[in-house]
């Protein structure tokens, strides 16, 4: 079935590295895709956006790369800091004929040791 | 927290017991969604709204319904509470059906 997932469930890095988090997408369709953090005891927290019409969006310390051809989302964080460990979930948009429906794949926890 | 407020934050109940949990936001958006969390699974749509008396069922629907009679109040019914529904539920908001979507802090349900 159709679903958004992320290809590995633990990443591991140092502080100071740059982290990559990979998300495939099998729907096609779809076309405004976002990334959240939620970290212990929160509610997920907006990170950043990006619409199909880009294949890149730059924020503070994150990027996000779209490629539309292999259906694959990542999320880039510069210079990875311990309070960047937290579960990262990437979320597509999905439309129907009653609406559109936010779908998230299973999350990646990112680990930042010193 | 964007204006959204669950409640309960926490209940524990008995199997065959009625549940709701109630989702209340101040933002006055159009579009809310209820959401279980839980280990290995990350967070999966449960049913969403898309306007006053508008829902539509999503990916774990089954054994839960929902109602929305105002746009600052969704409502998550369990009709007979199981123990595979127990959970952490999020409720989340948004204006529009393609922009991003602010979270509430949960709601942990233990149905024993």
């Known amino acids: 079935g159709e679903s958004v997932g992320l290809h590995l469930p633990t990443l591991s890095v140092q502080e100071g590295d740059n982290s990559i988090i990979n998300c495939a997408y099998s729907?096609?369709?779809?076309?405004?895709f976002i990334w959240y953090k939620q970290e212990s005891g929160k509610g997920p927290q907006f990170i950043i956006d990006?619409?199909?019409?880009?294949d890149k969006r730059q924020g503070q310390r994150v990027t996000v790369l779209l490629n539309k051809t292999v259906k694959h989302l990542s999320l880039q964080i510069a210079a990875t800091q311990p309070g960047d460990s937290a579960v990262y979930f990437c979320?597509?948009?999905?439309?129907?004929?009653?609406?559109?429906?936010?779908?998230f794949g299973k999350g990646t926890t990112l680990s930042v040791s010193s | 927290d964007a204006g959204i407020t669950q409640s309960p934050r926490h209940k524990v109940t008995e199997t065959g017991t009625p549940v709701t949990l109630r989702c209340h936001q101040t933002?006055?958006?159009?579009?809310m969604y209820w959401y279980r969390q839980d280990p290995g699974h990350g967070l999966r749509l449960i049913h969403y709204?898309?306007?006053?008396?508008?829902?539509d069922k999503g990916e774990v629907s089954d054994g839960y319904s929902v109602s929305r009679s105002k746009t600052e109040d969704f409502l998550l019914t369990l009709e007979s509470a199981t123990s595979s529904q127990t959970s952490v539920y999020f409720c989340?908001?948004?204006?529009?059906?393609?922009?991003?979507?602010?979270f509430g802090q949960g709601t942990r349900l233990t149905v024993v």
């Open positions: 979320a597509e948009n999905r439309a129907n004929q009653a609406g559109t429906a936010l779908i």
């Open positions: 729907n096609s369709a779809s076309d405004y």
């Open positions: 990006i619409r199909s019409n880009m």
């Open positions: 933002e006055n958006h159009r579009y």
């Open positions: 709204s898309y306007g006053v008396k508008d829902t």
């Open positions: 989340a908001i948004s204006p529009g059906g393609n922009t991003e979507a602010f």
